[in-house]
Nanobody
Framework: QLQLVESGGGLVQPGGSLRLSCEHS????????IGWFRQAPGKEREGVSC????????YYADSVKGRFTMSRDNAKNAVYLLMNNLKPEDTAIYYC?????????????????WGQGTQVAVSS
């Protein structure tokens, strides 16, 4: 059964860091891309980062380039999002999901099912 579970969110001051985790099951990252997405209040969900199938390439939204780093641990069936130099505009619920297309490219979207997400709040 396809399942993704996010964790690691919290409240952090501007300039701080958080590492989000996504445990996935029911599919292989050798065949599917996987991405991090976020949805801020009153806004549409947007792609933050994407790891292409086979771990060839990682893509980032312009707004997080140089601050966020996506990685994976095959042994734990997990992917991570290390977020540094957080800004108030990073406040959102963060989700992980399979990415479409699987090679990510310049623009990717998430495919159901979606997890419950993890809340990130950046505030002083």
């Amino acid at each position: 059964q396809l399942q993704l579970v996010e964790s690691g969110g919290g409240l952090v001051q501007p300039g701080g860091s958080l590492r989000l985790s996504c445990e996935h099951s029911g599919f292989s990252l050798d065949r599917y891309g996987i991405g991090w997405f976020r949805q801020a209040p009153g806004k549409e969900r947007e792609g933050v980062s994407c790891l292409s199938s086979g771990e060839d390439t990682t893509y980032y939204a312009d707004s997080v380039k140089g601050r966020f780093t996506m990685s994976r641990d095959n042994a734990k069936n997990a992917v991570y999002l290390l977020m540094n130099n957080l800004k108030p505009e990073d406040t959102a619920i963060y989700y992980c999901a399979q990415a479409v297309p699987r090679w990510c490219g310049g623009a990717w979207v998430g495919a159901s099912p979606w997890g419950q997400g993890t809340q990130v709040a950046v505030s002083s």
